[in-house]
T-cell receptor, first 113, second 110 residues
Framework: DAGITQSPRHKVTETGTPVTLRCHQT?????MYWYRQDPGHGLRLIHY???????DKGEVSDGYSVSRSKTEDFLLTLESATSSQTSVYFC????????????FGPGTRLTVL | SQKIEQNSEALNIQEGKTATLTCNYT??????LQWYRQDPGRGPVFLLL?????KEKRKERLKVTFDTTLKQSLFHITASQPADSATYLC?????????FGSGTRLLVRP
């Protein structure tokens, strides 16, 4: 997983609390993505960023916000966590070139009680 | 809406045989299709990309085909090994984003 890290790797929190997940890359890639992965649903895009302070919504953005103040960091925030947000969260970066090949981080397992 | 379908049932095969995984899509005309491997507890890892004007792509024991008329890609692992056991995801690109199928789990028995 060199080049992209996620923190924390595991987190247990309670309903209603705010949670921030961090994604950090050392490759200077412009595009970064947050996904969630749940059984039966595969990977679903939450939000993505195409540059510093440039972000857009994905397929399942409700209840999530993101920020990107530096190229290397992409933060995902759950303003008020709910049990339906229990999931494994993956960050990814788009590699250079004319395709959308992505390189993924190791994931964060989030449990909302 | 765009939809990608992969067989949700696990594929269980004997070591040495060829594993064939299927990816079907609808309401989409992709310029290329990608395959990723995911091991338990880890993020997906890119394996192969095939473009719409390519019928077949090979990399070592892996082979991917792409039929834009059938809207289908087949992913083959020849001479399969227990180490090939994992979940395999197909993905289609669209406007700097990827849409993923839910993946097919492959189990290779020794």
């Amino acid at each position: 997983d060199a080049g992209i890290t996620q923190s924390p790797r595991h987190k247990v929190t309670e309903t209603g609390t705010p949670v921030t997940l961090r994604c950090h890359q050392t490759e200077n890639h412009r595009y970064m993505y947050w996904y969630r992965q749940d059984p039966g649903h595969g990977l679903r895009l939450i939000h993505y960023s195409y540059g510093v302070k440039d972000t857009d919504k994905g397929e399942v953005s409700d209840g999530y916000s993101v920020s990107r103040s530096k190229t290397e960091d992409f933060l995902l925030t759950l303003e008020s966590a709910t049990s339906s947000q229990t999931s494994v969260y993956f960050c990814a970066m788009r590699l250079a070139g004319d395709t959308d090949t992505q390189y993924f981080g190791p994931g964060t397992r989030l449990t909302v009680l | 809406s765009q939809k990608i379908e992969q067989n949700s049932e696990a594929l269980n095969i004997q070591e040495g045989k060829t594993a064939t995984l299927t990816c079907n899509y609808t309401n989409y005309s992709p310029a290329y299709l990608q395959w990723y491997r995911q091991d338990p507890g880890r993020g997906p890892v890119f394996l192969l990309l095939i473009r719409e004007n390519e019928k077949e792509k090979r990399k070592e024991r892996l082979k991917v085909t792409f039929d834009t008329t059938l809207k289908q890609s087949l992913f083959h692992i020849t001479a399969s090994q227990p180490a090939d056991s994992a979940t395999y995801l197909c993905a289609l690109g669209s406007s700097y984003k990827l849409i993923f199928g839910s993946g097919t789990r492959l189990l290779v028995r020794p």
